[in-house]
């Protein structure tokens, strides 16, 4: 089965309009501005609208992003849509969105890795393209994290916002697109970041509700120190296995969890401020989302020049992690 190289012909972003500054959030929990921007460099965050699904954010990304490739929503083969926030259990939020947008041609599924989850997409839709299975691939990150967020604990609510980046895979000259990707879990480290109520194991009855387990509940701590390490050594794994080096990196696309996490990588991978594309103090941390809207700002603002090489890395709840080196 021949190999086609595959890139991404197309990107997009959707944030919401609702803004949730930190001065807000001083008035809902114990909390200040200057507490939450030193440890985590966020200022504020989107919050979608009453009315707002996942799917809707993600329909606004994924016509940005079919635009782009200068396609239409017929010419899509699969969408696969990396979301720990679907609309609801089944259908999925890939079949809503597949309806919504008319893209009749495509077989649709989610993918849950939570703030991986958009690195485990690209690996799973460019290997579809690349063995011709597929022609032009949809990847979406999305998530509404503002509905299982719990607004009266203080260190998580400062976190997290809403939002929903995507990008159309396709096959690109020689040369081009992912070079390689570096996918990890470590399910032992489940109970750290996790939403324990309203699965198989703990169905909402009163009592779940009222013990708030239909909340994000994270250890923060741990979680931090796991990704410090594994930001980093991620990327290096991906740049070694695409036979690259740190020096060949023109543009860093991290997961947008937290400012100190991401300088810990660029101290790593041994990158100026200017080789990083940083945009969480506007969002926080939107888990699959993040990356996908990171790139898409990035492309918007000219930052991603043909030719450049570009890693993306993430880690999530799970726990899981991802890196890719793509050349632009």
Known sequence: MSLYPVGIIGTGKYVPERILTNQELE???DTNDEWIVTRTGIKERRMAAA????????LHASRQAIEAAGLTAEDIDLIIVATITPDMFFPSTACLLQHKLGAKQAAAFDLSAACSGFIYGLATGSNMVASGMYKHVLVVGAESLSRITDYTDRNTCILFGD????????????GRGFRSFELGADGSGGELLKVEGGGSRVPATEESLASRRHYIHMAG?????????????AAEDALKKAGMSKEDIDLLVPHQANIRIIQSAMNRLNLSEDKAM???????????????????????????????????????????????????
């Open 163 to 174: 939002g929903a980046g995507a990008v159309v895979l396709g096959q690109v000259a020689e």
């Open 221 to 233: 701590n741990e979680v931090f120190k796991f990704a410090v390490r594994i930001m980093g050594s």
């Open 278 to 328: 940083i945009n969480l103090h506007n969002y926080g941390n939107m888990s699959a989302a993040s990356i996908p809207v990171a790139l898409a700002e990035a492309v918007e603002q000219g930052r991603v020049n043909e030719g450049d090489c570009l890693v993306l890395v993430g880690f999530g709840g799970g726990l899981t992690w991802g890196a890719s080196v793509l050349v632009w």
């Open 27 to 29: 008035q809902m929990v």
């Open 51 to 58: 009315d707002q699904a996942t799917s809707d954010l993600a």
